[in-house]
């Protein structure tokens, strides 16, 4: 597989500016790497400043001149999120790609979750995802920019109740159905401004905090053999599609959820 996104042109975001929630590590890191990569100044923000710090260096050591903010608050208080938009786009000039990436998760079957549990999954992932937009949206105006939502594929049919992995997400699945209606109805409403509104579906990724977390050591193997493409996903394979949404070349792509998963949940009860 191709090990960079150099099939891009190397500097097609110069002058851009990207705000990443949930860049700290991970698929967003990857996307935040990526667009940093090709020319824009990226913010990102995250809930623990040590992982932020860990995240601007490792930037900085992938693309030497790039210019990285980061910015450590939590997605549940619009206040902080509309400060550091405001930071970013007094210090980088604009912005103009937002990707919606913060994410809670955790395996619990739903008879054992509390309502407290719930809710909380609910607050990160789809409130969180809302309050970001809302943040964005009078810079998006001024830039006619792009949202891109990173929600997931388990939430489309669920699983058979004898494969442990999507019946223990209740709170995630129903989390990402709602970013899921989010981007589709951001996407109608915002059109107007020039606003784009996309998702990233992702599915199994490798070497992520949420693979090693959510999938069973024990599964990985019976679940590798039932995707099509025959393999787990890496970051990069997010980074292309990521590149590709903010690229002109998706310019007439909005209210669409980029399913980048190896035709994994199409694929049957495995999924
Ligand atoms: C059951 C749990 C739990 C667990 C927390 N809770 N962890 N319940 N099993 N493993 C409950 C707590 O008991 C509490 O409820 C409530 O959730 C809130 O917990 P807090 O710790 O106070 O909340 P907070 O610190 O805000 O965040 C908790 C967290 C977060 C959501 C678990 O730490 C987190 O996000 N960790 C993992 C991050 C991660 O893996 N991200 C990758 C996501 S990948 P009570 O009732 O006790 O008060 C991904 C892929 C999507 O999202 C694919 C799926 C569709």
Redesign the pocket.
Same mark, same amino acid.
């Given at each position: 597989m191709v090990e960079t996104t150099d099939i891009f042109h190397s500097n097609i975001f110069r002058g851009k500016t990207a705000f990443v929630t949930?860049g700290g590590s991970?698929i967003c890191l990857g996307m935040a790497t990526a667009l940093a990569r090709h020319g824009a100044s990226v913010s990102i923000a995250g809930r623990t400043q040590s992982k932020l710090d860990s995240a601007r260096a490792l930037i900085m050591a992938n693309v030497p001149n790039a210019k990285v903010a980061v910015f450590a608050l939590?997605v549940?208080n619009p206040q902080l999120l509309e400060s550091a938009m405001k930071e970013t786009n007094e210090r980088f000039g604009s912005i103009d790609f937002v990707v919606c990436g913060a994410?809670?998760?955790?395996? @619990?079957p739903a008879e054992?979750?509390?309502?407290?549990?719930f809710?909380?999954?609910i607050?990160?992932?789809l409130v969180g995802t809302f309050n970001t937009c809302k943040a964005a949206l009078p810079y998006l105006k001024v830039s006619k920019g792009l949202i891109i939502n990173v929600t997931?594929?388990?939430?489309y049919k669920g699983t058979p109740v004898e494969h442990l992995l999507?019946i223990m997400?209740v709170h995630? @699945?129903a989390?990402?159905a709602g970013v899921d209606a989010l981007t589709r109805v951001l996407a109608l409403e915002w059109g107007q401004y020039g606003i784009r509104v996309n998702g990233i579906a992702?599915g199994p990724i490798d070497d992520?905090?949420?693979m090693s977390?959510?999938m069973p050591e024990l599964m990985r193997e019976n679940f590798k053999r039932a995707i099509p493409l025959e393999r787990f996903g890496h970051v990069k394979d997010i980074e292309f599609t990521t590149v590709y949404l903010c690229s002109e070349a998706a310019k007439l792509v909005t209210g669409t959820i980029e399913v980048v998963d190896g035709g994994e949940w199409l694929a049957g009860p495995m999924s």
């Open positions: 949930g991970g939590d549940r994410a809670g998760n955790f395996l @619990c054992k979750l509390s309502l407290n549990a809710k909380t999954v607050d990160i992932d997931a594929t388990l939430q999507s997400m995630a @699945c989390a990402k992702p992520t905090q949420g977390n959510l």
